[in-house]
């Protein structure tokens, strides 16, 4: 108890900016803690000592925490006589008891030496400004030494047999505490060269003090050609906080070996600063604190550098709650998150896959799970459109929550690996089928000795549909969404620095989850309203069919040049128009159903005669396939940003030191074929006119990783991604962390973030 509410005193200080307790005179209007609580004692008659604070205005004691102690030999304190206190709500505390103004107190004690001249005692107290700027103080102990008047030691009372009341962590069961170390005794920390290419950092702490892992750090501050890599700590001891939640912590001693990559082999001198936080066991908990300590490193062979160079992992981005926010990019504020408050991460994590529920990466499953309802039979009832809904989501969701723990613990990317051309082929072939059948050129059905089977075990559902249904969601997962949000790689980060895949995992599976409540919703409604036996039935099944092939030509678009998807499209189009009577006479007193169907039918007609028209003069847009006619009739378009592709970290590294010579900021921007989000930034932010004007004087590199081999991933690993997008800002050859964009965004604000990159 005694040490859960000092803690919240010193986070409350370090999360609110107050002044660090150290320093808490830098304020005019607050006293030092001896003005602020003003004791004076005296021996008031044998035996007694009389205690009396002077409290100063907007300020107060706590009573629990007014102590004393003795180290004197023969001398023997009694209970503390404290007055009734104030009642006061405190924030962490509780009802507690504090006074203003002043107090006056009594503290028995017994002289065991007759001969004794004085005694000497330490009192002990904690108090609090109560208006701004509010701090609490930490436990500031006095020594006080009185003279013994003659005969007083014979006279003294007994502890035995003083009424005084007991205190209130008596009353708790509380043993008084030991007084608090200084912080460079409670925590000492050091660093030495292990090798040429590695450091070991080590915290030695005494008994009954710990380490917060996930609030300490280690960073380079001087070093010529030195950068520091992953750190590799070791595995802690789970810890539950009232105020952190559960957190890994360490005792005792802690060593952190660190990899160097260098780009000189001579010896030289580093320095390296240690930025940690840790508490007293059962006593308080110290402010963040920082020392830099200088690390001679010895000669390295070309070998040496060789071997480091070759394994650098680089630091991705660090979970600790102690650095800025504005330091950090936004999945790194939301890993934090993760490590500090976990339910209320988890209902937020909840509340962003509802919102990306409505991406490019999501959306494309609607209709897929719409058709396989309505695919499913004429008489489908809500419920069994419920279940079949939830089987689809809960599959889903299984797959994106394995895929980021392997990717998190891993680094590889498990949907990545599903984008390869002859996947995307056959669940290209899977739609065209799935198609037909809604057509009714054909019935998928599994073999009659097979459905009997399973339809003891599915409730008689034909073709065993739940089975198949989650099917469906796996591969959907798989391949039709491979996008990447800040909160998703966040999770991943998470997952990946803290190496903690299970609440990593209910992370993404809350997430997944609230990414799924709406198709849930959508394939209910959609059973629901699905028209019964009758033409409209066939008619709908048709809708769903020209989604399916819709939905082909989209899987086909990552891997097929955008001629054939053009046509392809144009001939759906045409098809589609065709089917809804766009070429037909209207009937004498047609139905106004009839007329909006051909409406649209000509709608359809002339936007695939369009894309014919246009994949043939040139175009290679689908959602303006006229472009290129229009461009050579005099109106113009936007010329596409020149970024320079590179392919492996040696040749990031080359463009970086040229451009940094040069005094150029640089963008890389990630890129893959497969990824929706990449092709809509290069289409709607990057194609903008003013984005290409705020970029001008930028050294624009690509990494284009749509093969996802070795190259790509050590790419990718460098900067602690698991796949595209992703937009990263430098400047003298150092990426400014802060502005690494994660995902899809409009030109207005990448307009607002290149500015910054530029500073």
């Not at 630091?315 to 936004?330: F, I, R």
């Not at 190259?711 to 502005?739: C, N, S, V, W």
Request: some cysteine; proline content about 6%.
């Amino acid at each position: 108890m005694l040490r859960s509410w000092l803690r919240a005193v010193f986070v409350l200080i370090a999360a609110c900016g107050v002044l660090p307790l150290a320093h808490a005179q830098t304020e005019d209007d607050l006293l030092p803690v001896e003005q602020a609580f003003k004791l004076t004692a005296k021996i008031a008659e044998p035996g007694t000592i009389a205690l009396h604070w002077d409290i100063a205005p907007d300020y107060y004691l706590y009573r629990a925490r007014i102590k004393a102690k003795t180290s004197q030999s023969g001398l023997t304190l009694g209970d503390l006589a404290l007055p009734d206190g104030t009642k006061k709500h405190d924030e962490f505390l509780g009802d507690v008891e504090v006074y203003h103004k002043a107090i006056d107190a009594t503290l028995p004690y017994t002289l065991a030496d007759a001969a004794a001249k004085a005694v000497a005692v330490t009192i002990t107290v904690q108090g609090c400004h109560e208006v701004d700027p509010k701090i609490c103080y930490p436990p500031h102990p006095t020594p006080v030494t009185l003279d013994v008047p003659a005969g007083a030691a014979a006279a003294a009372a007994s502890p035995a047999e003083s009424a005084a009341p007991l205190s209130l962590a008596s009353k708790l069961g509380v043993t008084e505490d030991t007084e608090p170390l200084p912080p460079e005794q409670a925590f000492v920390f050091e660093a030495i060269a292990a090798s040429p290419t590695g450091i070991l950092a080590r915290w030695t702490m005494p008994k009954g003090y710990y380490l917060y892992r996930d609030k300490s750090s280690v960073t380079l501050v001087d070093g010529d050609g030195i950068t520091l890599g992953a750190p590799q700590w070791p595995q802690g001891v789970d810890h539950t906080d009232e105020h952190f939640g559960t957190v890994q912590v360490y005792f005792d001693q802690v060593e952190l070996p660190i990899p160097v990559r260098r780009d000189k082999s001579a010896a030289q001198t580093i320095k390296v600063e240690g930025e940690y936080q840790g508490c007293q066991d059962n006593g308080i908990c110290y402010p963040v604190m920082t020392k830099t300590v200088a690390v001679e490193m010895p000669a390295a062979s070309d070998a040496d550098l060789a071997t480091a160079k070759a394994s650098f992992v680089p630091p991705a981005a660090t979970v600790s709650t102690a650095n800025a926010a504005g330091d950090q990019s936004e999945e790194q504020v939301l890993a934090a998150n993760l490590s500090s408050n976990r339910w209320l991460a988890l209902l937020s994590f909840f509340g962003f896959g509802l919102l990306l529920a409505f991406t490019p990466c999501v959306f494309p499953m609607i209709p897929i799970l719409s058709g396989i309802i309505a695919g499913s039979g004429e008489n489908i009832s809500t419920r069994r459109a419920f279940v079949l809904s939830i089987v689809y989501v809960l599959a889903t969701c299984i797959v994106f929550t394995i895929a980021g723990v392997v990717a998190g613990l891993a680094g590889a990317n498990l949907q990545a690996a599903f984008q390869k051309p002859w996947i995307l082929w056959s669940f290209a072939i899977l739609f065209v089928l799935l198609s037909l059948s809604m057509f009714g050129f054909y019935e998928l059905q599994l073999p009659s000795s097979w459905q009997s089977k399973i339809a003891d075990i599915s409730n008689k559902q034909q073709g065993g549909s739940l089975i198949g249904v989650a099917i469906m969601g796996l591969l959907s997962a798989l391949i039709v969404g491979p996008c990447v949000a800040p909160p998703l790689a966040a999770a991943v980060l998470y997952i990946s620095q803290t190496r903690d895949p299970v609440f990593g995992g209910l992370a993404l599976f809350v997430l997944s989850l609230g990414m799924g409540a709406p198709l849930v919703v959508f394939g209910t409604a959609a059973g629901r309203m699905l028209p019964r036996a009758g033409a409209w039935m066939d008619a709908v099944k048709a809708v769903f069919g020209v989604l399916f092939l819709g939905l082909a030509i989209w899987m086909l678009a990552r891997v097929v040049d955008a001629f054939w998807i053009m046509l392809m499209s144009g001939a759906l189009a045409i098809a589609s128009a065709v089917y809804l009577g766009a070429l037909e006479r209207l009937p004498e007193g047609a139905s106004g159903w009839r007329r909006l169907w051909k409406a649209l039918g000509i709608v359809l007609l002339v936007a695939g005669a369009a894309e014919i028209l246009g994949a043939a003069a040139g175009g290679r847009d689908v959602t303006q396939p006229l472009a290129g006619i229009v461009a050579r009739g005099g109106q113009g378009e936007s010329s596409a940003l020149a970024f320079r592709t590179i392919k492996s970290v040696d040749d990031l590294d080359r463009a970086l030191a040229d451009a940094s010579a040069a005094k150029q900021p640089v963008i890389l921007d990630f890129y893959a074929d497969w990824c929706v989000s990449c092709k809509e930034m290069e289409k709607f932010t990057f194609s903008e006119p003013a984005v290409q004007k705020a970029l001008a004087g930028f050294v624009l590199l690509k990494a284009d990783v749509t093969a996802n081999d070795d190259a790509d991933q050590a790419l990718l690993k460098r900067f602690g991604l698991f796949g595209p997008p992703a937009t990263i800002f430098f400047g003298d050859g150092t990426e400014h962390r802060a502005l690494r964009l994660i995902g899809f965004e409009k030109a207005d604000d990448f307009i607002a973030r290149a500015g910054k990159a530029r500073g």
